[in-house]
């Protein structure tokens, strides 16, 4: 017995049906975005072997629609040996180690000697038995995301040698966790460590007592106005009385909120003592 009424029927069937159609639309919508995305899916039977792709893998690769029998190592053969054995270890891995997935970014010959990358978001299908028996997922291409991220890391690291050069030290306070991160030569200058988020209290504990007031209304008022701040101000833990002179942008999220502050604080005790003196 299903233990169903006969009057349940038809709502089993709506409810079925309406299953149906949910899948479908989702699954229209995913064969869109991978469309936009230049990417394809693939299926992986561990069992037999057989490896297939859809259409868009000729389109965007030139790769055939099915492999026989190849296996992980057909998954993987448009990627360059420097790189095969790797990734087919990886997924290996994940297969033998129970894990339901894996995520990796494999590269792929392109023109000339140019390497074009994707990424490979795969499920692991497995038996009650926790056997590996079917890999299905994606493969989307990311080489324009990952140039426009060397690009990125580039810039990243001419600001960072231009600071060191100039003895600056760089900083970003997080609005929304309350948090700074200082490069090296800025937390050496305020005498708290570098690379890891620290509380802006922590950060501001450090400021001379006489000064932290005005550079926290100082901060208060750019945020609120969304401009620029400039400052002149002392640190002061413990060790001698430095001079920081400090400037700021404030930088806003896509809806327009303030999220953070971006700035630059540098070392001007020379500067005042020699001002000092001349007066």
């Known amino acids: 017995q299903l233990g169903l009424r006969r009057a349940d029927a038809p709502e089993v069937h709506r409810q079925a049906d309406q299953l149906i159609a949910q899948r ?15 990417g394809f899916f693939f299926d992986l039977d561990l069992v037999t072997g057989r490896l297939s792709r859809d259409a868009r893998s000729s389109q965007v ?19 360059p040996e420097f790189a095969r054995g790797g990734a087919i270890e990886r997924a290996s891995r994940a297969r033998a180690d129970g894990s339901g997935s894996f995520d990796l970014e494999v590269p792929v010959a392109g023109e000339g000697e140019a390497l074009r990358y994707f990424r490979l978001l795969a499920h692991i299908e ?3 038995a926790g056997r590996a028996l079917r890999i299905d997922g994606m493969a989307i291409e990311v080489t324009e995301a990952r140039r426009v991220w060397r690009a990125l890391e580039r810039v990243s690291t001419r600001v960072e040698l231009a600071a060191e050069a100039g003895q600056l030290g760089l900083y970003e306070l997080d609005l929304r966790a309350d948090t700074v ?18 509380p802006v209290a922590t950060y501001l504990a450090q400021i001379h007592p006489d000064d932290r007031d005005r550079v926290e ?24 009385v430095r001079w920081v002179r400090s400037a700021g942008r404030i930088e806003r999220n896509d809806r327009g909120r303030t999220v953070r502050v971006a700035g630059v604080n540098w070392d001007i005790t020379a500067d005042i003592e020699a001002r000092d003196r001349i007066a």
């Open 61 to 79: 690769l030139e790769l055939p629609s099915e492999d026989s029998a190849g296996g992980l190592e057909a998954l993987f053969g448009a990627v």
């Open 181 to 198: 991160v200082q490069t090296p030569i800025g937390a050496r200058l305020f005498g708290l460590p570098s690379g890891a988020p620290i």
């Open 217 to 240: 209304r100082t901060f208060r008022e750019a945020i609120a106005d969304g401009g620029s701040l400039e400052m002149v101000f002392r640190v002061d833990f413990g060790q001698a």
């Open 126 to 128: 497995r038996d009650a």
């Open 24 to 38: 479908e639309r989702a699954s229209r919508r995913a064969e869109l975005a991978l469309s936009l995305a230049g």
